[in-house]
C-alpha cells in the first residue's frame, strides 16, 4: 500500500474563504485525487482540525513498478 499524506493551514474557524473567482472549478482537483484512489482501488479521506486541513490518500502498490 502506499499512503500519501498532505497537510495545510486553514482557517481556525471554519469559514473556508477563499479567493477564487470562479467556483464552478472550486475544490476539482480534491475530485480528481478521489477518483484516482478509487482506479488503484484505494480511498481518501479529509479531515480537519484546529487551524490545519488535512488529506490523506491510501493506494495499492502496482505490482509492476519498482520498490526502493
Same mark, same amino acid.
Given at each position: &500500500?502506499i499512503?500519501?499524506? /498532505?497537510?495545510?493551514? /486553514?482557517?481556525?474557524?471554519g469559514?473556508?474563504?477563499?479567493?477564487?473567482?470562479?467556483?464552478?472549478?472550486?475544490?476539482?482537483?480534491?475530485?480528481? !485525487?478521489?477518483? *484516482?484512489?478509487?482506479?488503484f482501488?484505494?480511498?481518501m479521506?479529509?479531515?480537519?482540525?484546529k487551524?490545519? #486541513? *488535512? *488529506?490523506? !490518500?491510501? &493506494?495499492?502498490?502496482c505490482? #509492476?513498478?519498482?520498490?526502493?
Amino acid at each position: &500500500m502506499i499512503l500519501i499524506r /498532505c497537510e495545510n493551514a /486553514c482557517d481556525p474557524d471554519g469559514l473556508h474563504k477563499h479567493t477564487r473567482k470562479d467556483d464552478y472549478w472550486h475544490g476539482i482537483g480534491l475530485k480528481n !485525487v478521489e477518483d *484516482i484512489a478509487k482506479r488503484f482501488d484505494g480511498a481518501m479521506d479529509i479531515s480537519e482540525g484546529k487551524g490545519t #486541513f *488535512i *488529506i490523506s !490518500v491510501m &493506494m495499492k502498490k502496482c505490482p #509492476f513498478t519498482t520498490s526502493d
